[in-house]
């Protein structure tokens, strides 16, 4: 089975941009999450979304935003991009949206962001 | 305000021997804790986890330990292989906040031979 898939895999932006990425879950899983991680650190929660309805949000700017489309598959987008948003950005998915026993959490590879 | 904390930045232990990796955290409502382990180049793959209701939980050579009191939680490695060389997070999520999962910032782990 495939795992969490996410595209692209790296991508070069200039300041002011847009960027959208995208994540399909692992099959059968209806939660998705975004994570942004900048060198050094671990993963910032950014969204989460189940069954199309945003069901959490990080401290991020409005700049950030996130979908979710029926088949759960989902977008992240970040306008005006800054040069602090160049980072790995990483799609989890569950079967459902809460932690716990026989819910793992499972991560894509993520999208390598570098904005110039 | 790092509520979930991993102090030891690197770690070197000899191939057979026992791997700790230790973790802190500050919010008394996280109640579910996982490790996770990740390679360069790719996302984090799930360990292990543990409930706040037990104090240990055992996946063959993983084990990790929960001490609430200390508001610490331990990850033990038995025996350490060179495949376990990579960054440990931990990470934690409360009751109440979806999977939203707070990470610390990672531990490399290097296994010698």
């Known amino acids: 089975d495939a795992g969490v898939t996410q595209s692209p895999t790296h991508l070069i932006k200039t300041r002011g941009q847009h960027v959208t990425l995208r994540c399909s879950p692992i099959s059968g899983h209806k939660s998705v999450s975004w994570y942004q991680q900048v060198l050094g650190q671990g993963p910032q929660f950014i969204f989460q979304?189940?069954?199309?309805?945003?069901?959490g949000r990080g401290n991020f700017p409005d700049r950030f935003s996130a979908r979710q489309f029926p088949n759960y598959s989902s977008e992240l987008n970040v306008n005006a991009l800054l040069l602090g948003d160049s980072a790995l950005y990483l799609c989890?998915?569950?079967?459902?949206?809460?932690?716990?026993?026989?819910?793992?959490?499972?991560f894509g590879e993520g999208s390598w962001l570098t904005v110039v | 305000d790092q509520q979930v904390k991993q102090n030891s930045p690197s770690l070197s232990v000899q191939e057979g021997r026992i791997s700790i990796l230790n973790c802190d955290y500050t919010?008394?409502?996280?109640?579910?804790f996982l490790w996770y382990k990740k390679y360069p180049a790719e996302g984090p793959t799930f360990l292990i986890s543990i409930s706040s209701i037990k104090d240990k939980n055992e996946d063959g050579r993983f084990t990790v330990f929960l001490n609430k009191s200390a508001k610490h939680l331990s990850l033990h490695i038995v025996p350490s292989q060179p495949g376990d060389s990579a960054v440990y997070f931990c990470?934690?999520?409360?009751?109440?906040?979806?999977?939203?999962?707070?990470f610390g910032t990672g531990t490399r782990l290097q296994v010698t031979l």
């Open positions: 979304y189940y069954e199309k309805e945003e069901r």
């Open positions: 989890a998915s569950s079967l459902v949206p809460w932690t716990g026993t026989g819910n793992t959490i499972y």
């Open positions: 990470a934690a999520s409360a009751a109440g906040t979806a999977s939203k999962l707070t």
């Open positions: 919010n008394s409502m996280f109640d579910y």
